[in-house]
């Protein structure tokens, strides 16, 4: 496999680890279904009981800055697929494959900048794969070009830049939330851990050439509360920022909060949280925000079709 761009990025630096404030109550507004996943119509009915091999375990969201009104979504494990759907009624626009090296378990994905214009990043960063063969602390993410619907790209392969790491520490964690940030392209994992506290991680700036192996950095932890004792109400399954404001979306399997920095210079880590409407799926763990910032989508993995797109309102309340 060829890789064919590379990402140099200006550095932010950091502020000081503040612990966030108390969550808020729900700002946002009741969850709308968006619609089932579909593609194409069966019996003049839309068929929602899309095949393994186009989309099997949903665990990932991306809003295509490209695309109007489109989001991406990938399958998870070795499927090595990606459709792009519309977000207005869930209607499959684009299928592609992305031939990723040694890829295990895919578990989040991200719309950023990157030097070929806009780019789909694609984490393999989970450990709980299944595959023995998987090495013991290697993780990755690959970098592909966003396809251009308007000018017929809605099928084929896309390629392009496959990027290995590992912890400090030499720990293999468990991670499910990555997020590029949308000015400078740098790449974030969040680990899920069920302590309350989810460290975050970046890759170096520059990145390195694809295939070499980077060696991520600390930058902050997330505390998150855990709610009526249940572990999994504090294990993040998807991040994502927002487009304009320096804000971080996260979910759990039982909540959904907004991480909000003071100023514009600042990320959001260690900001005001928010807790936000959950949609009350079953296994949720994809979030991603609307491209202009005005909702989110979520998105359950289910193991079998049909896959049901939800979306929250943020704008009615002046969150946006």
Not at 285 to 300: K, Q, R, V
Request: charged content about 20%.
């Amino acid at each position: 496999m060829k890789f064919f761009v590379r990402l140099i990025v200006p550095l932010i630096v950091l502020s000081a680890v503040l612990a966030p404030t108390a969550a808020h109550a729900n700002p946002s507004s009741a969850p709308i279904v968006v619609g089932q996943l579909w593609d194409g119509y069966v019996d003049g009915q839309r068929n929602t009981a899309l095949p393994l091999s186009v989309l099997d375990q949903p665990s990932g969201l991306g809003a295509s800055r490209v695309n109007r009104d489109v989001l991406y979504v990938q399958s998870e494990k070795d499927r090595q697929t990606m459709i792009a759907v519309s977000e207005h009624d869930g209607e499959v626009l684009g299928k592609y494959t992305v031939p990723i090296p040694n890829v295990y378990d895919w578990e989040d994905m991200a719309v950023g900048p990157c030097p070929a214009g806009s780019c789909i990043f694609a984490g393999d960063i989970g450990t709980n794969s299944g595959y023995a063969e998987k090495p013991d602390n290697i993780m990755s993410v690959v970098r592909v070009r966003e396809p251009d619907l308007a000018s017929g790209q809605t099928s084929g392969t896309l390629t392009g830049d496959y990027f290995p790491y590992v912890y400090p520490d030499g720990r293999r964690p468990d991670a499910e939330a990555l997020a590029v940030h949308p000015v400078t392209g740098e790449i974030y994992v969040i680990l899920k851990t069920s302590s309350g506290i989810s460290p975050v991680y970046k890759f170096p700036n520059p990145l390195p050439k694809p295939g070499v192996v980077s060696t991520l950095i600390k930058v902050a932890d997330l505390t998150l509360p855990i709610v009526n004792g249940k572990a999994n109400s504090a294990q993040i399954t998807a991040a994502a920022f927002h487009p304009r404001k320096n804000r971080l979306l996260v979910r759990t399997y039982t909540k959904v909060y907004e991480f909000r920095a003071e100023r514009q210079s600042l990320l959001p880590f260690t900001g005001e949280r928010v807790e936000l409407t959950d949609t009350a799926e079953r296994q949720g763990e994809a979030i991603e925000y609307e491209a202009d910032g005005t909702s989110y989508f979520t998105l359950s993995e289910k193991v079998a079709a049909p896959y049901t797109l939800m979306r929250v309102d943020l704008s009615h309340r002046g969150t946006k």
